[in-house]
């Protein structure tokens, strides 16, 4: 009898340090005992009888399940769980997961003790994910009609880039063909004057015929779909500057350890054919050198192209990668002022960095960062 005593005292211990709601109940569901934090719940304190019966703990609608559903389920099987409700103190429901037994004898069913574990914070949780969900689904659904319409914006760009680059480019070049024929009829007629005047209409139609040509290119920056595929970036270098036909003068050296690597080779073919480009053109003297190298950096490789000009003042650093901006006159030099926009502008739509290192008398390089690997798959 002290040793039964003795685990009846623990076990009691045990059901009072809870912090489930746990009651026992007899067949008529008039309340037996209740653990502390059924008590406190309940405003039950020890100089207050429990109540009389278990109707006064739930709402109308868990009520009816206990009685209709889980205490016929404990008695039939033994046990029962579900999901209902209790009344605190004040009248407001606490949701509750809901454990029933049914302590049984070989004279029948003795009492019904029952185990209720606090669902708040459950709920609230399963209510704001759901409304998350909600919201991440309107979100979707906006996000594809933005998708959809910025295709279509897209589309519509290009064909007005397009047309009007045909149709300004028509005119243009009625021009230039006026401006040719003059100069070639009246060959020996024109005063020297109006000779520099139609050289200077024609080199003003090709500057515009090329502002028009690189508009067109920098629109379509980052809204083409490119060929992915692995390429030695040295070869294609060499690729780069045997289209661009320097003068014999130049002398170009390409690093040996360039890498290889899988990307969009149109696009860095470009970058390359720019910064190449601009350090012939700008070279103040008709011979000089050109070094194309390469660097590790983690998952980029950053790539530089040095020559030997006039350099770049430090103040105009920022300025050269604007659209329009030169740093000559142009009628002095003819240049659209968009070759280094447009490199900055495919550099960084790949998550890289452009950026020039010059001062004058001493040359400038460039260096741009390029991914290893092409994040727009194959």
């Known amino acids: 009898m002290k040793q039964l005593e003795t685990e009846l005292e623990r076990l009691v211990q045990v059901l009072e ?7 026992l109940v007899d067949t008529a569901g008039k309340v037996i005992w209740n653990n502390p934090q059924m008590k406190h719940i ?21 009520y009816k399940i206990i009685q209709e559903e889980g205490i016929p389920t404990a008695i039939a099987q033994g046990s029962w769980l579900g999901e209902t409700a ?7 429901e606490i949701p509750v997961s809901q454990l029933i037994l049914a302590h049984k004898s070989a004279d029948g069913i003795e009492y019904i003790s029952t185990v209720m574990r606090d669902l708040t914070k459950q709920k609230q949780t399963e209510k704001s994910l759901q409304e998350r969900v909600l919201e991440l689904k309107w979100v979707n659904r906006e996000l594809l009609k933005t998708t959809a319409l910025l295709k279509k914006r897209n589309q519509e760009l290009d064909h007005f880039a397009y047309v009007t680059s045909h149709d300004l480019k028509a005119p243009l070049r009625a021009i230039a063909n006026l401006a040719t024929w003059l100069g070639e009829d009246l060959a020996g007629e024109i005063p020297e004057e109006n000779q520099q005047q139609l050289q200077l209409m024609q080199s003003r139609v090709q500057r515009l015929e090329g502002l028009i040509q690189g508009l067109l290119e920098y629109s379509r920056v980052g809204r083409k779909n490119n060929l992915v595929k692995t390429i030695d970036v ?14 014999p003068e130049f002398s170009i050296f390409v690093a040996a350890d360039l890498p290889t690597i899988k990307t969009e080779v149109v696009l860095l073919r470009q970058v390359f054919a720019n910064l190449i480009d601009n350090a012939i053109k700008y070279h103040p003297q ?9 660097q590790n950096k983690n998952d980029f490789y950053e790539f530089a192209v040095s020559d030997d000009g006039q350099g770049i003042d430090p103040q105009y650093h920022e300025r050269i990668f604007t659209i329009f901006q030169t740093l000559q006159a142009r009628d002095t030099f003819e240049s659209t002022g968009i070759g280094l926009s447009i490199v900055k502008k495919i550099v960084e739509d790949r998550g890289g960095m452009v950026r020039v290192e010059s001062k004058l ?8 960062t390029w991914r290893k690997q092409s994040q727009n798959g194959d």
């Open 286 to 294: 008709k011979s000089g050198k050109i070094t194309i190298s390469a």
């Open 361 to 368: 008398g001493e040359g400038s390089t460039f260096f741009f």
């Open 17 to 23: 340090a809870s912090q489930d709601y746990i009651g």
């Open 234 to 247: 040295g070869n294609l270098v060499k690729e780069v500057i045997d289209s661009l036909s320097p003068p």
């Open 42 to 62: 309940r405003g039950i304190t020890d100089d207050k009888p429990a109540y009389l019966s278990i109707v006064n703990y739930y709402p109308d609608w868990a």
């Open 86 to 92: 209790i009344l605190d103190r004040e009248g407001q």
